[in-house]
């Protein structure tokens, strides 16, 4: 399987941007996706998961209620809508590909290269 993701920039705080992860390779639609984050000397962490109908999402706590995962199965595509950033955001974000709604990286099997966001205070 084949990530490749796109979308991020740098934004004031407060903007929003909108991540895109396209997949090619093998079969999009029966699987769960992920979104994760890595900032400068910190680990990789979860932020929100799609189950593979789109059906059930879940988010980390810092960003539920800002943030909204999608995907669309035609397109082979998964989106992170992020609004009301924050300067905290700035991270690369890395969408990942695996058998189910996982909350931690050892759940996903593939992952896309990264892209970076810079949020400005």
């Known amino acids: 399987v084949q990530l490749q993701a796109s979308g991020g920039g740098l934004v004031q705080a407060g903007g929003s941007l909108r991540l895109s992860c396209a997949a090619s390779?093998?079969?999009?639609?029966?699987?769960?996706m992920g979104w994760f984050r890595q900032a400068p000397g910190e680990e990789r962490e979860f932020v929100a998961t799609?189950?593979?109908?789109?059906?059930?999402?879940y988010y980390a706590d810092s960003v539920k209620g800002r943030f909204t995962i999608s995907r669309d199965n035609a397109k082979n595509t998964v989106y992170l809508q992020m609004n009301s950033l924050k300067p905290e955001d700035t991270a690369v974000y890395y969408c990942?590909?695996?058998?189910?709604?996982?909350?931690?990286?050892?759940?996903?099997?593939?992952w896309g290269q990264g892209t970076q966001v810079t949020v400005s205070s």
């Open positions: 990942a590909y695996g058998p189910w709604t996982g909350f931690e990286v050892r759940d996903y099997n593939y």
């Open positions: 390779g093998r079969t999009f639609s029966r699987y769960a």
């Open positions: 799609i189950s593979w109908s789109g059906g059930n999402t």
